[in-house]
């Protein structure tokens, strides 16, 4: 919550979203990204059981940098858009 509070203050500056959209909104980001992310791992394991926890990581570190791409376009254009006068 803090995160996505920071983001509407700072990053976005102050968005005329309505706080609690934009808590829920980012809520649902949050889950989805977890199951993207353990997804990718889960699936990873799967077919190579034996692999390392340094592997793990070579899988889990490109599946979170494409969940935050992701999830920040779907902040910026949906959440956070501003209003045009």
Not at 31 to 50: D, E, K
Request: net charge positive; glycine share 4%.
């Amino acid at each position: 919550m803090l995160n996505t509070e920071a983001n509407r203050r700072l990053t976005f500056r102050g968005s005329p979203v309505r706080v609690l959209q934009a808590h829920l909104a980012a809520g649902g980001l949050f889950v989805l990204a977890y199951l993207v992310t353990s997804g990718a791992v889960l699936l990873f394991r799967h077919y190579r059981p034996t692999a390392s926890p340094a592997a793990e990581t070579l899988v889990l570190a490109p599946s979170f940098a494409l969940v935050t791409v992701v999830r920040f376009a779907v902040l910026r254009m949906v959440v956070f858009r501003r209003r045009h006068r």
